[in-house]
T-cell receptor, first 114, second 113 residues
Framework: GENVEQHPSTLSVQEGDSAVIKCTYSDSASNYFPWYKQELGKRPQLIIDIRSNVGEKKDQRIAVTLNKTAKHFSLHITETQPEDSAVYFCAAPYSGGGADGLTFGKGTHLIIQP | NAGVTQTPKFRILKIGQSMTLQCAQDMNHNYMYWYRQDPGMGLKLIYY???????DKGEVPNGYNVSRSTTEDFPLRLELAAPSQTSVYFC????????????FGQGTRLTVV
């Protein structure tokens, strides 16, 4: 199955600054890369995703970039706000292009300092 | 729509006991999944189903069983509970396995003592 590595495990930034979280994957057949946000005690919720046929996708203050050659993708959050504080997970298909769920990174605890 | 509903929200089991975690979705999704989340870790896939009557193992299936008799329901059975099964369990569903959002239930926090 797919292997997803995520860094850093904890990221502390000043409110208003940018945050970047990076992930690498192992299976070159993987074609879908979602990012989930999980607030304390809550369920994971999708915030943005990218398919393998594009290199970048933006949604207001959030963007994701994908480098298929290097097999890594990153989440960028600009103008961070207190409500951005949460754990963020990257993911990739469990077995590359197969029909069987997701493999998740271990998560990044993002802390927004006032 | 209620989305994905899990019951119970919390449960304490004694070692060796068995239980079933319930999961139901009302979005007519064919694909359903069970994940477990250990403290400070990402989610790991236990079992998945691509439709009624079809299930398959994920990354960590040992100690668990599933069934999928209807499109809506995907229960997870724990047999002979062990302390290593202490975790938060999330059920999820999606319209397709790739390129579409997976919707998660609110989770079941299970403690085995």
């Amino acid at each position: 199955g797919e292997n997803v590595e995520q860094h850093p495990s904890t990221l502390s930034v000043q409110e208003g600054d940018s945050a970047v979280i990076k992930c690498t994957y192992s299976d070159s057949a993987s074609n879908y890369f979602p990012w989930y946000k999980q607030e304390l005690g809550k369920r994971p919720q999708l915030i943005i995703d990218i398919r393998s046929n594009v290199g970048e996708k933006k949604d207001q203050r959030i963007a994701v970039t994908l480098n298929k050659t290097a097999k890594h993708f990153s989440l960028h959050i600009t103008e961070t706000q207190p409500e951005d504080s949460a754990v963020y997970f990257c993911a990739a298909p469990y077995s590359g292009g197969g029909a069987d769920g997701l493999t998740f990174g271990k998560g990044t605890h993002l802390i927004i300092q006032p | 729509n209620a989305g994905v509903t899990q019951t119970p929200k919390f449960r304490i089991l004694k070692i060796g006991q068995s239980m079933t975690l319930q999961c139901a979705q009302d979005m007519n999704h064919n694909y359903m999944y069970w994940y477990r989340q250990d403290p400070g870790m990402g989610l790991k896939l236990i079992y998945y189903s691509v439709g009624a009557g079809i299930t398959d193992k994920g990354e960590v299936p040992n100690g668990y069983n599933v069934s999928r008799s209807t499109t809506e329901d995907f229960p997870l059975r724990l047999e002979l509970a062990a302390p290593s099964q202490t975790s938060v369990y999330f059920c999820a569903s999606s319209y397709s396995p790739r390129n579409t959002e997976a919707f998660f239930g609110q989770g079941t926090r299970l403690t085995v003592v």
